[in-house]
């Protein structure tokens, strides 16, 4: 049984009894014997008349807190409906207008959250736009770069190839002159000798001219 029920129920059924007791303490001497069957079936329906108001009082209390609980627990469109005109109907008018607050303002909030959600994404798609932009545009510069640097190579490879053409073609000229130097030297040591030879010859002409004169002359 519940608490309040107890609470409400007690007082009424302990008034009851000691009523009754009161009653059959003062008229002991004048009451018949029928008359204690009536008193012990008051007492009885004493017992339950209280039991029932307690439950009738309890009820609306325990169905305010069992919609309270739900409340909390995050069910915003629960309500309370007393038919009573009392302060239990009020705060139940006072219970439903909280929870009807609660529930227009959680929808306001997701109201705003939806419309947050919509500008964030409409934000990130912008900005995935412009990313997706950045990287087309890197892109293309990476692959200019790599004609830049395939052409580079190229060249290089030209001039590379050229280098060692040039190196070779003075490869050859080098050859040429050294085998020329001895050519050269012999054909200076020739005309040398020829000079020698020829001088000789000159020198020796008037020599050969003078000595018959020189006989003639003794």
């Known amino acids: 049984m519940n608490k309040i029920t107890l609470k409400i129920a007690f ?75 009392d302060e239990l109907g009020e705060l139940s008018k006072v219970f ?42 890197v892109r293309n510069r990476t692959v200019e770069l790599d004609k830049v640097i395939k052409e580079i190579e190229k060249t290089r490879d030209e001039l590379n190839t050229k280098n060692q053409e040039i190196d070779k073609l003075k490869n050859e000229v080098n050859n040429i002159k050294t085998s020329k130097k001895p050519t050269v030297k012999k054909n200076k040591s020739e005309a040398i000798v020829e000079e020698n030879i020829s001088e000789d010859s000159v020198n020796s002409k008037p020599d050969s001219d003078t000595r018959p004169i020189d006989e003639n002359q003794e």
């Open 96 to 137: 439903n207008k909280i929870a009807q607050d609660l529930e227009e303002s959680k929808s306001a909030n997701m109201i705003a959250e939806e419309a947050t959600d919509i500008k964030v994404k409409a934000r990130t798609q912008a900005l995935e736009e412009t990313i997706s932009a950045l990287e087309q545009k």
């Open 11 to 85: 007082p009424i059924i302990l008034t009851g009894i000691f009523s009754i007791i009161i009653f059959i303490a003062l008229n002991y001497g004048k009451l018949e014997d029928e008359v204690y069957f009536v008193f012990i079936f008051l007492s009885i329906y004493v017992f339950l008349f209280g039991f029932a108001i307690g439950q009738n009082f309890s009820y609306p209390v325990k169905k305010l807190l069992k919609r309270a609980t739900e409340l909390s627990q995050g069910d915003l469109k629960t309500r309370v409906y007393l038919e009573t005109k």
